[in-house]
């Protein structure tokens, strides 16, 4: 039992390049979600799901782009990637009442 | 929107107790929980509550609840440097509701 995987753990990116990060999650939760965290910040919602085929924008969508794959995977894709990007990026899955189960993370750097 | 407020830090010595304070807006919130994250890594669930409880013990962990005025509190005893992370605080009414996150508690244990 992994829980919540992630991939990749770091990546650096030129300004305009795309990439994907991936997730997965092994507990059979229906709820997964994207965040990213910034020093100061906290965690922002970028896109959550709530269940298979069914994607929704969080506070800060702008410049990403999300695929639930299917009941295990939920990937978020930067098409056209900036500085302002650069952060700390976490996925979660949650159980309806035991909350949320997070992802290593994925730090990115866009230069 | 719901808020969730928590200072931002905490710092102990080596073996006092330890108390994390947050505060919610959301008075129909049913599960209220405390997340801790180490340097370099994903949050991970603590603990949490149901709203109808008062109190919830765990080894070194006491979380209290005061649901009027919608308080709620995570004390660790005899705190270890191994303590020392950032401590959120969430709460959620479930089902399909997305969980907010308060921006998080450094807390720094002093040998």
């Known amino acids: 039992n992994a829980g919540v995987t992630q991939t990749p753990k770091f990546q650096v990116l030129k300004t305009g390049q795309s990439m994907t990060l991936q997730c997965a999650q092994d507990?059979?939760?229906?709820?997964m979600y994207w965040y990213r965290q910034d020093p100061g910040m906290g965690l922002r919602l970028i896109y959550y799901?709530?269940?298979?085929?069914?994607?929704d924008k969080g506070e800060v969508p702008n410049g990403y782009n999300v695929s639930r794959l299917n009941k295990r995977e939920f990937s978020l894709r930067l098409e056209s990637a900036a500085p302002s990007q650069t952060s700390v990026y976490f996925c979660?899955?949650?159980?309806?009442?035991?909350?949320?189960?997070f992802g290593p993370g994925t730090r990115l750097t866009v230069l | 929107g719901e808020d969730v407020e928590q200072s931002l830090f905490l710092s102990v010595r080596e073996g006092d107790s330890s108390v994390i304070n947050c505060t919610y807006t959301?008075?129909?919130?049913?599960?209220l929980y405390w997340y801790k994250q180490e340097p370099g890594a994903g949050l991970q669930l603590l603990t949490y509550?149901?709203?109808?409880?008062d109190m919830k013990q765990d080894q070194r962990l006491t979380v209290l609840l005061n649901k009027k005025d919608k308080h709620l509190s995570l004390r660790i005893a005899d705190t270890q440097t191994g303590d020392s992370a950032i401590y959120f605080c969430?709460?959620?009414?479930?089902?399909?509701?997305?969980?907010?996150f308060g921006r998080g508690t450094s807390l720094i244990v002093h040998p």
């Open positions: 979660a899955s949650e159980d309806s009442t035991m909350g949320q189960f």
């Open positions: 507990m059979n939760h229906n709820s």
């Open positions: 799901s709530a269940s298979e085929g069914t994607t």
């Open positions: 959301d008075s129909s919130s049913t599960y």
């Open positions: 509550i149901f709203s109808n409880m």
């Open positions: 969430a709460e959620s009414k479930g089902g399909s509701y997305i969980p907010t």
